[in-house]
């Protein structure tokens, strides 16, 4: 990277922290609004949850069922595993950032391996639940926010697969590479929503 | 430079009809885009025109022609297709026409993205018309949609079928297409400006285009969680959202839907208000009085927009009324101050009156009305007394509908020169002009006073109280005379794009920069673009030289401390672009 041939460059601390030095791309300024109307998207779910919620005597399930099949521990272990794939996310765009493409790619699989096991697990949680979609606002609001997150999850999981496979193909070095930075950015956004979504849904709205 | 004339119609040479409707098919350029939007939406709101005609000729008398059934129908597709399908597109089509050129850039930010939100917004707009062929007809729940009209409760004698559900998913995917838009616009702006275009020398029009932009990247998507919890609860949920009986509440819906649908209101007038900045300084010869505090207020609309949704909701007993009520009052001042500068603009100027300026004209004076209304139902006494009745319809069109109207319509009049490479005719201009005038004002003021004098809205028959009989059958008769205008619209346009007279690449001596290539523009938009000092780079160009030692030019062109005289160091993303 030739950033010292610039003389007088300034560093942004936070914007160099996302995106390097390099000035924001179109693509990057594009993903980042974009997240932004993802954001108010999950808020509206989630203004319904808190507001249908406010009113307990409806809440639990209809049949009888209990709200979570047995215990908490196999939520709480995905959405830790979940949470930290933003780790190896961002050190795939720091290191692509360097040039280094192998340790891109080595972190995105990582990244691919635990989202898609998410995913079953998921699978796993919607299979054992005691209640349909049509019992009550709990149920009802269960499915609709965990289905909703879960769509982003393959869709980010499609995105990351797809720019693993342009790695491959020998795509991005230290200049290129905005599509790894937006992958990277829009990974960190569906972490950080299945925090306000899990948390609220499973442990605080008794 | 060069004349690029017939670039726009084709790049191919000896293309036949098939290669041109190929072209277009699969075009990404913004200007093709704009005027794809331009004709669909022109299209949607001839339709939706002709349901409010006939709403208009059922409720012209007492006693009934169509069926109450129907009549719901007619009325939910008159506010949906008017307000999703036209007036929402209608922005878009001349935000995408005009924005990228009046700010110097090649192109849209993202031009695939461009054309992907096109393709998505026509297919939305035509699976909600298509309803009408579906089983038990169209949504028939109003354009506002709320439950439990919209589910199968098991109480409600006729459910809505599966046309309910096309309108949902229809306006799911007009909503994706408008965040998609939104993203491009702002980009836009953000990054594709010309060397020395900062962001106080952007035109008005392209202020609101961003502000719009922001207001619907942060509301669309809060609408389009509605709209999904209303197709689950229709379909697996079994009203757990929004059906009181199954656990849900209806008010929920109506918090979300107006959390977007408010905000929407701006969306639609803030476009017609920034045509209606640039034309006024085209046409008065003079800048824009106070830009920057044009600029702010429109910010200040923009934020504002975002805290009064629940006025919306002052009779259901469910929002806390001082706040919304204070919050909805605030609105109006950055309105006023809009207002008031639109004036002070004219005041003294070398005012000229093409069809562009009277519509402008005709919009102050129809938003003023509109606007003084909204100050009435903001107050909650008012408001609990004029709720649901043919005041509020009077208010919102005289704002959002007419006034918004008339703003695209002086767009009309003012880019398409630009877009066609030929004049409007004038003189059936001037017919248009004042049979809508006309025609509007006749219809909507005589409905604030049927609403003051208690008539509900959204009735498809009513008993003969005194006066009544006599103020709808003037608001039918306003009704075909504004749409005896549009015919002579109709007329005009194509008229015109047979046997207009030609236009030249700067037809009205207008400042901006879209005015500094030929018209219609090649592909490129720009084979050079002149010095950009000022918010009025051509008038510059123009008048820069003569006026150089005139010691008002400082006052009169800048605005800004520097009064544009000096250029100012290009910033340095400006460098890194040029």
Redesign the interface.
């Known amino acids: 990277m030739a950033a010292s041939a610039i003389p007088h460059k300034r560093v942004h601390p936070v914007r160099s922290f996302l995106v390097g030095d390099e000035?924001m791309t179109?693509g990057l300024?594009?993903i980042i609004?974009?997240i932004?109307?993802?954001?108010?998207?999950?808020?509206?779910?989630i203004?319904?949850m808190l507001?249908?919620h406010s009113?307990t005597l409806?809440?639990e399930p209809?049949n009888g069922a209990h709200r979570v099949e047995g215990d908490h521990v196999l939520p709480i272990l995905f959405t830790v595993l979940l949470v930290s794939t933003s780790i190896p996310m961002q050190f795939a765009a720091f290191a692509i950032r360097k040039g280094n493409r192998k340790a891109m790619l080595i972190n995105m699989a990582i990244v691919l391996v635990v989202g898609t096991a998410f995913i079953i697990n998921q699978y796993f949680e919607w299979s054992h639940a005691g209640f349909g979609?049509?019992?009550?606002?709990y149920?009802?609001?269960f499915y609709?926010l965990t289905g909703?997150h879960g769509a982003h999850v393959i869709g980010g999981l499609v995105f990351i697969f797809a720019q693993w496979l342009r790695g491959l193909l020998g795509h991005f070095d230290a200049k290129r590479n905005t599509a790894i930075e937006a992958a990277t950015l829009y990974w960190h956004f569906v972490g950080f929503v299945w925090l306000l979504v899990i948390f609220p849904l499973v442990f605080f709205l008794s | 430079m060069a004349t690029l004339a017939g670039a726009q119609t084709s790049t191919y040479a000896g293309a036949n009809a098939w290669r041109v409707i190929l072209e277009w098919l699969t075009t990404v350029d913004h200007k093709k885009i704009g005027i794809m939007y331009l004709w669909t939406a022109g299209a949607f709101g001839l339709v939706g025109m002709a349901f409010s005609l006939v709403m208009r000729t059922e409720l012209a008398q007492t006693g009934t022609i169509i069926s109450a059934e129907t009549y719901n129908s007619i009325f939910t597709m008159h506010g949906s297709v008017m307000i999703f399908l036209f007036l929402l597109p209608i922005g878009a089509a001349f935000m995408n026409y005009s924005m990228p050129l009046q700010i110097g850039a090649l192109d849209m930010?993202?031009p695939r993205?461009n054309a992907l939100s096109f393709w998505i917004f026509l297919f939305g707009g035509v699976l909600i018309t298509l309803s009408f062929a579906a089983e038990g007809g169209t949504a028939s729940a109003g354009w506002t949609a709320y439950p439990p009209v919209t589910l199968d409760t098991g109480n409600n004698a006729e459910p809505p079928g599966a046309g309910m559900d096309m309108w949902l998913v229809g306006v799911i995917l007009l909503g994706q297409a408008s965040?998609f838009g939104?993203?491009?616009f702002?980009?836009t702006i953000?990054?594709?400006r010309a060397p020395g275009m900062t962001m106080w020398r952007l035109p008005l029009f392209t202020w609101t285009t961003l502000v719009t932009g922001l207001l619907i990247?942060?509301?669309?998507?809060?609408?389009?969680?509605?709209l999904?919890?209303g197709f689950?609860?229709r379909n697996?949920?079994?009203g757990?959202?929004f059906d009181p009986a199954?656990?849900?509440?209806p008010l929920?819906w109506q918090?979300?839907f107006w959390?977007y649908s408010h905000p929407a209101v701006y969306i639609m007038i803030l476009p017609a208000m920034g045509i209606v900045s640039d034309v006024f300084g085209v046409f008065t010869r003079r800048p824009v009085f106070g830009y920057r505090s044009m600029v702010l207020a429109l910010i200040a609309i923009g934020l504002l927009g975002f805290i009064v949704w629940a006025h919306h909701m002052f009779t259901t007993g469910g929002v806390f009324l001082p706040f919304f009520m204070g919050a909805t009052f605030l609105i109006a001042v950055p309105t006023g101050v809009k207002m008031f500068n639109w004036i002070a603009t004219m005041w003294r100027g070398s005012n000229i009156f093409p069809t562009a300026m009277l519509f402008s004209v005709g919009f102050l004076m129809l938003f003023l009305i509109g606007g003084i209304t909204g100050v009435f139902h903001a107050a909650v006494p008012v408001d609990f007394a004029l709720h649901d009745t043919y005041f509020v319809v009077g208010h919102f069109h005289y704002t959002m509908s007419i006034a918004a109207t008339f703003g695209f319509l002086a767009g009309c009049y003012y880019w398409f020169p630009k877009m066609f490479g030929k004049f409007m005719n004038e003189g059936l201009g001037k017919l248009h002009f004042w049979l809508v005038f006309i025609g509007v004002n006749l219809i909507f003021f005589t409905q604030l006073l049927l609403g003051l004098d208690g008539m509900p809205r959204r009735i498809n028959d009513y008993v003969d109280n005194p006066g009544w009989e006599l103020m709808n059958m003037l608001t039918t008769i306003g009704a075909f005379v504004s749409a005896a205008g549009m015919m002579v619209f109709l007329y005009n346009v194509f008229y015109s794009l047979k046997w207009g007279e030609r236009a030249g690449s700067d037809p009205w001596e207008g400042t901006t920069l879209e005015w500094a290539t030929t018209s219609p523009p090649p592909a490129h938009n720009f084979d050079s673009l002149p010095e950009i000092r000022s918010e009025r780079p051509l008038f510059d160009l123009r008048f820069g030289e003569r006026l150089q030692d005139d010691p008002h030019y400082h006052v009169n062109n800048g605005h800004n401390g520097n009064g544009g005289r000096r250029a100012r160091q290009p910033s340095a993303?400006a460098r890194?672009e040029g």
């Open positions: 000035p179109t300024w594009g609004f974009f932004f109307s993802e954001i108010m998207f999950f808020a509206g779910l203004a319904a507001a249908l009113d409806l809440w209809t979609i049509s019992d009550g606002p149920a009802a609001t609709t909703f | 930010a993202f993205i965040i939104s993203v491009n702002l980009v953000f990054k594709m990247l942060l509301s669309t998507p809060v609408l389009a969680a509605a999904v919890l689950i609860d697996g949920a079994g757990a959202f199954a656990g849900g509440q929920l918090n979300l959390f993303s890194e």
